[in-house]
């Protein structure tokens, strides 16, 4: 009931943070990482000692490379990134990047991309988000299509696309702002991050929205919206639990892929994270109150 | 109630049968676990074909005849267990035509593609004259390629027969089909000029006598023994019916493919284990029950990823950790139930028969929309991506199962008596909130 009774409060947080994860989204961008835009990305390990990022950069020139950039990753490395890297240099990559013996350089990992392939990548994420959301509103539609009174039944899919446009935002808006000062850049799995975070998320709103559904069924047809308010207060207690525990429990399991698993899955962990958590956040304190408000409104309208 | 039990009993030695099975044949090498690149190390190539200049636009038969000599060239090089599949690109597959080369443990990359860069492209094509002088002549594709070729030697050429002497040559025999196209080619086309492509340059540009039914044909041109030897050498690999262009590459280096498989397995454990911890301390009995649900649910993943064999990348171990998270979801569903049945006043056999039931519906549309995006995540993605997905979908799928049959019937072989205050406790769940 504390959720449903000072909504206002939690409209304002929610509104806060996805003011700020959409600032972010809008100042810094998505960086598209080769997956996306093409070109090369070599990942280079020193032995010992590791050199500047100055010579680094110079030797990459040296080579031909076009818009490349070296960052330090870790200890022992860089991460190279450029539009292109001519293909002989390629090969010899590990030995110019020893600079002329001083250092010991080995590729632990090189991919370079035709922007061909990358551009075709774009256009399917695209699709793949656009056909994930019709899928989730021809779900809800289909779901909810018995329930409506007080509230007619699509509002309910309205109100859970809004959940689920708060629940992209703000991991998307993270990520820029992780774009922004740690060079995080778009791959393959920062898509499959975010469209796995749409499914997750949908699939907590409806078990509130069911709750609901369930409680209104069970007092009866007529309901006044202050009764709805009510009912709606108790769907949530009911779900709450439930909600967060299994949240806690993916959270949990992401937390240790983060800390624990292979680098390269990081960054996709972290994105579930926080997609997860805004997830949750969202069908308690936004998806469920938006209904309550929905009614009120409606009701002070027919008077 | 015995039965109960007896049922219980034989979940947990099914579960301890996948077990000793999934251990054993992983140290026997018996279908090992099949490791993704990223995993593995090794090299990922895409090629471009380009297959604009093919007369008939029998376009499936060149690209087939383009995978198997790549892979035959690939296997000469020694890899073990290389893949070499054809796409196509675009997004429904109407786009380019692509050949991806995967070879597992191969790390020095530009040794590979310099390897398939060398198999040579052949072509045969007809030089049409124009009645015009203004237009330059063209050249027709006749559709007679390498991968018509059966095989090539080197030869010297005899004395009379119109070249020099002790020349060498590289004498081409095609297969029946090529034979036939053959005899097809030079019987319409006598007294015009057949141009031989090799790698895109005429190498030879004989006119045609007469019509050639036995399917010999040879090269000549400027040819040390060498080269002549050479050519015939590589050409007996196959030759490559369409010319093909690299336009993607990833190698991982095989330290990289440890340490990130090792990293993988650590935080599987830990996820298994901060999980069940949590359904332990919340849930108390039935989450004992939830952790043996889950240790029975990764043993059925495990053994599935063998069986099909679903290939392991990063991503996938990242898909199979996160499902661990979800794959308890069902049982706090169900749990969630079972403590309003309860505190509703029911006994435990009641509770959790109840619990089960209406419990399932939200099990079920819940993992609807889950098993909807894991599809469409498939279809996009690359494969990285699709490793995710296969293993999300498959832990969808599986986590019901083992939810719904092996948490249900250790519940049921739980019984106990509802009124002691210890039964309460065990059963009863974490704390109440007021929201």
Do not use: C
């Not at chain 2, 209406?358 to 699709?386: E, H, Q, Y």
């Amino acid at each position: 009931m504390i959720i449903v009774k000072y909504r206002f409060v939690f409209y304002s947080i929610i509104g806060v943070i996805t003011a700020l994860a959409l600032g972010a989204l809008l100042l810094w961008g998505i960086k598209p990482g080769i997956d996306f835009a093409g070109g090369v990305q070599v990942e280079i390990r020193y032995e010992g000692e590791r050199p500047a990022a100055a010579l680094v950069n110079e030797a990459l020139g040296k080579l031909g490379a076009v818009e490349y950039s070296a960052r330090p990753s870790g200890d022992a490395e860089y991460i190279i990134r450029a539009h292109d890297i001519p293909e002989g240099a390629q090969a010899s990559l590990a030995e110019a990047l020893s600079l002329n013996g001083e250092y010991s350089a080995t590729v632990t990992q090189l991919t370079q991309i035709g922007p061909s392939i990358g551009a075709e990548l774009q256009q399917k994420a695209f699709i793949a988000l656009f056909l994930v959301i019709a899928g989730i509103l021809a779900f809800i539609t289909f779901a909810f299509r018995n329930v409506s009174r007080p509230v007619p039944s699509w509002i309910y899919g309205i109100i859970a696309i809004v959940a689920l446009i708060h629940d992209v935002i703000v991991p998307v808006g993270a990520f820029a702002a992780m774009g922004h000062f740690f060079g995080v850049q778009a791959d393959a799995l920062f898509m499959t991050a975010i469209l796995t975070i749409l499914g997750f998320s949908i699939h907590d709103t409806i078990v509130v929205f069911d709750r609901v559904r369930e409680n209104l069924r069970l007092a009866g047809d007529h309901h006044s919206h202050q009764e709805f308010e009510g009912i709606a207060g108790k769907s949530l207690n009911q779900t709450f639990v439930r909600s967060v525990n299994t949240s806690l429990t993916v959270a949990v399991s992401l937390l240790a892929l983060y800390f624990f698993g292979p680098v390269s899955t990081q960054i996709f962990a972290l994105t579930l994270l926080i997609g997860i958590v805004a997830g949750t956040f969202s069908s308690i304190a936004l998806a469920t109150p938006l209904l309550v408000t929905v009614a009120n409104w409606l009701g002070k309208r027919s008077k | 109630m015995l039965q109960k039990r007896l049922l219980a009993l034989v979940v947990l030695m099914v579960g301890a049968l996948i077990g000793w099975f999934v251990y054993s044949s992983q140290s026997g090498m018996w279908r090992p676990f099949v490791l993704g690149l990223d995993l593995s190390g090794g090299t990922h190539l895409v090629y471009r074909a380009d297959t604009s200049g093919l007369a008939g636009g029998d376009v499936r038969g060149a690209m087939e005849a383009l995978r198997d000599t790549i892979e035959r060239r690939v296997n000469h090089f020694g890899v073990s267990e290389p893949i070499v599949q054809t796409e196509r690109g675009g997004l429904t597959g109407q786009g380019e035509e692509r050949l991806i080369v995967e070879l597992p443990g191969v790390t020095d990359t530009q040794k590979a593609i310099d390897l398939i860069g060398q198999t040579p492209v052949l072509e045969f094509k007809l030089l049409v004259v124009p009645e015009s002088a203004s237009s330059s002549a063209t050249y027709v594709s006749t559709g007679l390629s390498g991968r018509y070729l059966e095989k090539a030697a080197l030869q010297f050429a005899q004395s009379g027969s119109g070249q020099l002497s002790n020349e060498p040559l590289v004498a081409l025999t095609f297969n029946p089909e090529g034979k036939a196209l053959f005899a097809k080619i030079t019987g319409e086309n006598t007294g015009k000029e057949l141009a031989i492509f090799l790698d895109g340059q005429v190498i030879s540009s004989p006119v045609i006598q007469e019509a050639i039914t036995d399917g010999n044909a040879i090269i000549s041109g400027s040819f040390t023994p060498d080269t002549a030897k050479e050519l015939a050498q590589n050409l007996n690999f196959g030759a490559l019916p369409v010319p093909i262009e690299l336009v993607s590459t990833q190698t991982i280096g095989s330290t990289l493919g440890d340490e990130a498989l090792a990293r993988g397995v650590s935080a599987g454990f830990w996820g298994l284990i901060f999980v069940s911890i949590f359904m332990l301390l919340w849930y108390r009995l039935p989450g004992l029950v939830a952790t043996i649900a889950l240790v029975l649910y990764v043993l059925a993943m495990l053994m599935v990823f063998k069986l099909i064999p679903v290939t392991l990348t990063a991503a996938g171990i990242a898909g199979l950790i996160l499902s661990l998270g979800m794959a308890v979801d069902a049982n706090i569903l169900i749990f969630e139930r079972l403590r309003e049945e309860l505190a509703a006043g029911k006994s435990p056999q009641d509770a959790i028969h109840t619990g089960f039931a209406r419990a399932w519906l939200s099990i079920r549309d819940s993992n609807i929309s889950s098993m909807i995006t894991a599809i469409i995540l498939f279809w996009f993605g690359t494969p990285l991506v699709k490793g995710f997905a296969l293993v999300f979908f498959v832990g969808v799928l599986i986590s019901m199962i083992t939810a719904i049959t092996a948490s249900r019937t250790l519940l049921l072989a739980l019984d106990f008596d509802r009124r002691h205050g210890i039964t309460r406790f065990l059963f009863s769940s974490g704390t109440k909130f007021r929201v």
